[in-house]
């Protein structure tokens, strides 16, 4: 798996840091998405799945 942001799409919104936190954090300035992990685990790979589906701005792309 692996996961790509794009960055100018995201909002804010949070839900991918909510849902995979091992993934995704958030800046403290603006509060727009930091991919922590583009490889995810594979204990983090569900959550990650989520995350891109939930996502409000559908900023994140998973390519299994």
């Known amino acids: ?3 790509d942001v ?3 799409a995201c909002i ?3 839900q991918c840091v909510l849902l ?3 993934v995704f954090d958030q800046r403290d300035d603006d509060g ?3 991919l922590l992990h583009p490889e995810p685990a594979p204990e983090f790979r569900e ?3 989520e995350a891109a589906q ?3 701005a559908m ?3 998973v390519t299994e």
């Open 32 to 34: 727009l998405v930091v």
């Open 47 to 49: 959550a990650t799945r």
């Open 1 to 3: 798996m692996h996961v």
């Open 59 to 61: 900023a994140i792309k």
């Open 20 to 22: 995979a936190p091992e």
């Open 54 to 56: 939930v996502c409000p």
């Open 12 to 14: 804010g919104a949070g």
């Open 6 to 8: 794009d960055i100018p």
